[in-house]
């Protein structure tokens, strides 16, 4: 497979996070997750070079220490409602375009540190999906087994959000949904420029399983983490 576009992994790792205190710096094996991130980007055989956001300065000395590129992040996109594509955004024109990157046809790989079960394998099978099929964006995603069987929940009420035969129905007789998992996201610099937004329309997927897709969102997730990690993660 010849590569000829300019592959650069994105590693966004702010201090704070609302669901669990820290979030980055949680160690799995003794490993912070952000470096877990780092760790597999740079054992790619795609990635070209790799970029880390944080406002932490213990994360960018320590993402330092690992001999990538660090960018200290404004305070206005370390708020709670500050959002990826805002982070992305401003990574692409503050950064590539400053830093002279021949970015309109670089390929951003987006690898958020709490998918610590996502190693460089899915990374690289990712991205050969991604320039075999010739695509614009491909997203990381797992089967979504109860996706028809959903409630909302309101006023001490639960309705179920699809047609009710689909509650008691087996769930080998439902189509299969899948939902993103959050492990990888892979684009174009100059298509998201355009948007200004990742643009998931006719998006390209890579599957992966229940285990690799867990994400880290808050302590439950995380002490779950922390049992399969003995057995499942390789670093």
Avoid at 18 to 23: A, D, F, P, R, Y
Avoid at 47 to 74: G, V
Avoid at 189 to 209: D, V
Wanted: proline share 2%.
């Amino acid at each position: 497979m010849i590569k000829k576009n300019k592959i650069i992994a994105f590693i966004p790792a702010k201090k704070n996070s609302q669901g669990l205190e820290n979030k980055n710096l949680k160690k799995l094996n003794g490993i912070a997750l952000f470096e877990i991130a780092i760790l597999n980007a740079k054992k790619s055989k795609f990635i070209d070079e790799i970029y880390l956001s944080s406002d932490s300065n213990l994360i960018l000395n320590r993402a330092n220490k690992l001999k990538i590129n660090t960018i200290k992040r404004k305070k206005s996109l370390c708020k709670n409602d500050s959002t990826a594509d805002s982070v992305i955004l401003d990574f692409i024109k503050n950064y590539l375009i400053k830093e002279k990157e021949s970015n309109e046809d670089c390929i951003i790989i987006y690898l958020q540190p709490t998918s610590p079960f996502r190693s460089d394998q899915h990374i690289d099978k990712a991205i050969k999906l991604f320039l075999k099929n010739k695509l614009s964006i491909l997203i990381s995603m797992n089967e979504n087994k109860n996706f028809f069987k959903s409630f909302k929940l309101k006023n001490n009420i639960a309705n179920s959000i699809f047609n009710t035969k689909y509650v008691t129905k087996n769930r080998q007789n439902l189509k299969k949904i899948y939902s993103p998992n959050g492990a990888i996201y892979i684009f174009y610099a100059n298509e998201f420029l355009k948007n200004k937004k990742i643009n998931f329309t006719n998006s390209g997927y890579y599957k992966m399983s229940k285990i690799n897709s867990i994400d880290i969102d808050d302590k439950e997730d995380y002490e779950l983490a922390k049992e399969l990690s003995k057995k499942y993660l390789k670093t």
